[in-house]
């Protein structure tokens, strides 16, 4: 008999390794899309353009786009792969399984948004390394770094859930990365500096979160940026616990779940 | 005997006004095969997915082992197993893969023995590195069965475990099934085949547009509203039924050339013995005897015709 009375961790496992195993089957897909994407990004702009812009902020402007494209294919990625994860259950029909199972929301958002979150730690790397062949940049505040990707990972993860769950259809599913994130994140200063605006478009700029989440991972990697660190962080938590507060919801009430 | 099952005044309204369930009663004994009937849209489905975790009641209580599935879920459902109605898989997912997946979600730590036992037992073992989308149908509806079965639970749910699926596969089931029974588990089923709840359960529900119409031991059921009806065709033709003949139900038929004798209940057999033997004492002769006896189909039909 299971002992399973508060946690099912071995149902959280079970769900966390299954979905990492759906990654493992489209490995390629999922290494050389964010490879060949960071390098095109390096080619268009590091090189082509970059030869006439000289630096940002004293940065060689190959290294200042490094932290912005890094947030680009992370927001992408982790929204599409997570929304993914539920969506397909509940299109195949599968869901029954997760429904019927002793697993609650704590156990499904380990499994779920954690191996989200873990392949794009895993595509974060891959981006840094590809990003050493094209530029020599620095990573000034490391361990820092790596807790705002995760930070970062962890709510668009979450973010990616609730598309996953709101969509009704395939369109669905890629219109508000398509729609909202993509534009969002290419006006959020992911290939230049905000200052580089003119008043009135800084200020627009400035109510564009991603702003804030570009300009925080470029802080730890060169120790300079638009906004403060502080504001960064805490606006990036805020979205996390946000995203939290709309799955506990989501699962308080059976929305779009349970019948 | 002891319940495994109670569920009480469950009730369950779709968000569009329709109520799949009426305020349903229902007492499962631990051990019993019970057979759940019903035509199309009678809520069967949305019983088993209430009592599993799919549906949320709209009122009504469901404890499962004595524990409140509203509070206690986490426990029950960890022994309880559904094969749902509707395939539904990653189909890109290996057959053991995928069964070591379902042990997994109920907690349990894996058991690669257990596992090898469970695919063998439903012919799936030769396949168990085929992806789910290789199988055949038949296979992915036994492939639904190996993911109920992975965390032994003591209560299974089957919700048409046979639909689509041929005579001798039907029977493989029903003989898996039985196992299962004989090991101690409570099954569930609901099915469209009346034979299939006529060969195996031990009772029987009857649930119409939400409502449990009668629940009934299978054998009771039969016995009481089962009717035999014999047709005699006669030798030569009577103008009226012989006035003697004992207290039984008797009619003529088309211009006096057939008799025909309707009882129920257990006493029906003796009644048409004595009935030969009385014909055969007053020289009337026949040359043909068809007996019919009613199925539960019969009575089925006939309850839901009648609202019961
Ligand atoms: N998700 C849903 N939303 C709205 N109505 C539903 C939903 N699911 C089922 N129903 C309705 O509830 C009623 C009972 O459906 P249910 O699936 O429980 O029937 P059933 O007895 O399992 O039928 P069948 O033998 O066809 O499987 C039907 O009228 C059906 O249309
Ligand atoms: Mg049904």
Known sequence: MSGVVSFNWRGAWAIYNQELSRAWRTFFQTILSPVLTTSLYFIVFGAAIGGRINEVDGISYAAFIVPGLLILTLLSETTTNASFGIYMPRFTGSIYELLSAPVGVAETLIGFVGAAATKSLIISAIIMVTARFFVDYSLAHPILAVGIIMLVAAAFALFGFILGIWADGFERLQIIPLLVLTPLTFLGGTFYSIDMLPELWRSIALVNPIVYLVNGLRWCFYGKSDVSIGVSLGLTALFLAVCIGIVAWIFRTGWKLRS | ?308
């Not at chain 2, 695919?119 to 085929?130: F, I, M």
Request: glycine share 12%.
């Open chain 2, 1 to 308: 005997m002891e319940s495994i099952l109670e569920i009480q005044g469950l009730t369950k309204t779709y968000p569009g006004g329709l109520t799949a369930l009426d305020a349903v009663d229902l007492d499962v004994r631990r051990g019993e095969i019970f057979a759940l009937l019903g035509p199309n849209g009678a809520g069967k489905t949305t019983l088993i997915g209430a009592v599993c975790g799919m549906v949320r009641p709209t009122g009504g209580s469901i404890r499962a082992f004595g524990l409140d599935m509203a509070r206690d879920w986490r426990r029950a459902r960890a022994r309880i197993g559904l094969v749902p109605q509707e395939l539904g898989f990653d189909i890109l997912e290996s057959v053991e893969r995928s069964v070591r997946f379902s042990r997994g979600l109920a907690g349990l730590a894996p058991d690669p023995r257990k596992i090898e036992s469970i695919l063998r037992s439903l012919s799936l073992w030769d396949k168990r590195d085929a992806q789910i989308r290789m199988l055949s149908g038949g296979m992915k509806r036994r492939m639904l069965i190996a993911k109920a079965l992975a965390h032994d639970p003591e209560l299974i749910f089957l919700d048409e475990p046979t639909a689509g699926v041929d005579v001798e596969l039907r029977r493989d089931m029903w003989r898996l099934i039985g196992g299962l029974r004989e090991q101690g588990t409570t099954i569930i089923l609901t099915t469209h085949y009346i034979e299939e709840a006529e060969e195996m359960a031990d009772r029987v529900g009857v649930i119409d547009k939400g409502r449990i119409l009668l629940v009934e031991d299978k054998d009771t059921l039969m016995a009481r509203m089962g009717s035999k009806e014999a047709v005699f065709t006669l030798s030569e033709p009577l103008h009226a039924l012989p006035p003697d003949l004992p207290g039984l139900s008797l009619s003529l038929g088309e211009a006096g050339r057939s008799l025909c004798y309707r009882g129920s209940g257990a006493d029906a057999d003796g009644e048409l013995a004595e009935l030969v033997q009385a014909l055969v004492a007053r020289g009337i002769r026949f040359s043909a005897l068809d007996i019919h006896e009613s199925t539960l189909e019969d009575i089925f039909v006939d309850l839901v015709e009648n609202g019961g």
